[in-house]
């Protein structure tokens, strides 16, 4: 689906069109695509296993591991991240360090 297929109305207008077709524009849609289509072959596929966690010890404030935990279970998970996040913002950084 193209951007000119999309049509914006307001909950409205689409209560007040509610059972039109537009045949037309149907027509000029492409087909769907073979289900067949875009398999793809895992026969030479390569399992990458990923690197274990390291364990660290880290001050951080207590507003800021309270803040995490309230998240709810998984906490240290979401602030591994958000520093991967940050890290992933400022490349010119990592390829500095190494």
Do not use: C
Not at 29 to 36: A, S, T
Not at 73 to 84: D, K, P
Request: aromatic content about 6%.
């Amino acid at each position: 689906m193209t951007k000119e297929n999309i049509r914006h109305m307001t909950l409205e207008e689409a209560l007040q069109t509610k059972g039109e077709t537009d045949w037309e524009a149907l027509d000029r849609m492409e087909p769907i695509p073979d289900p067949e289509e875009g398999i793809l072959d895992w026969s030479r596929a390569q399992v990458e296993m990923p690197r274990p966690k390291q364990p660290v010890s880290l001050r951080l404030d207590a507003d800021v591991v309270d803040f995490f935990k309230t998240q709810g279970r998984g906490y240290q998970t979401h602030i591994n991240a958000v520093l991967r996040s940050y890290m992933k913002a400022h490349p010119e950084e990592i390829t500095r360090s190494s």
